[in-house]
């Protein structure tokens, strides 16, 4: 399965609802960041949480965000960053 997106390419996630079971954090929708990692292909967690077999596969990637950019008044430091997982089908050019 070929990725849709390389290391250091900036993303954004998607701000769409999803009624069911998804592993994107609320806070995190809606904001952009860099591809940090390309984990591999794995069984959509839409699918996989209703029983069904995961198919198709996904793309998984690490997306670093600025913490700054995800909590407003953040008081860290600037260059603070999260790292979270994320599905290609989440993901969108930026």
């Known amino acids: ?9 900036r993303v954004r996630i998607a701000s769409r ?7 994107t ?3 995190a929708k809606g904001r952009t960041g860099t591809v940090e990692r390309v984990c591999g ?12 077999d995961g198919g198709p596969l996904q793309t998984l990637y690490r997306v670093r965000l600025r913490q700054a950019d995800l909590w407003p ?3 860290g430091r600037p260059g603070d960053t999260l790292e979270i ?9 930026a």
């Open 1 to 9: 399965m070929k990725a849709r997106f390389r290391l250091g390419e």
């Open 17 to 23: 609802a999803c009624a069911a079971h998804h592993r």
């Open 25 to 27: 954090p609320a806070y």
């Open 41 to 52: 292909a794995f069984g959509r967690p839409e699918a996989l949480a209703t029983g069904g």
């Open 73 to 75: 008044g953040y008081r």
């Open 85 to 93: 997982e994320i599905y290609e089908h989440w993901l969108e050019p």
